[in-house]
């Protein structure tokens, strides 16, 4: 097996996935992590429709490797019920996304057609 040193990952998203009946939940976890990881991550826009791969609508937070393991450990514990999408950014977006991702919650299948006509 060819093994991948972890210097590879540039950077971290997380995708926090809604809909309009969890939309109030998604809002209020997003003002949550705003004020824990101030300056430690950066938060996306809050998409009320679909956007790229996503199959909800969603908002993303990028933050560097060195913030993972607070970052993703804190979502662990207080996503709620909503579904959180984690992948790394190492240049190759579509085995980033198909496989290299971490779910929280359920898995969900992504639109990876719009990483393919990116690419």
Known sequence: MQQTD???IESWHA???????SRDQAHG????????F?????????????V?????WSYQIAFAPAAFTEIISWLVLNRGE???FTHPNTGDALG??????????????L???ALRAAT
């Open 111 to 113: 639109n990876l057609d």
């Open 38 to 50: 101030a300056g430690r991550m950066e938060m996306g826009r809050f998409h009320e429709r679909l």
């Open 6 to 8: 972890i210097a590879a």
């Open 15 to 21: 995708h926090v996935y809604f809909d309009a009946g």
């Open 82 to 84: 909503l579904v959180v």
């Open 96 to 109: 980033d996304h198909r496989d290299r991702a971490i779910w929280m919650g359920d898995c969900l299948a």
């Open 52 to 56: 790229g791969p996503h199959p909800r």
């Open 29 to 36: 976890l997003r003002e949550a992590i705003m004020v824990r």
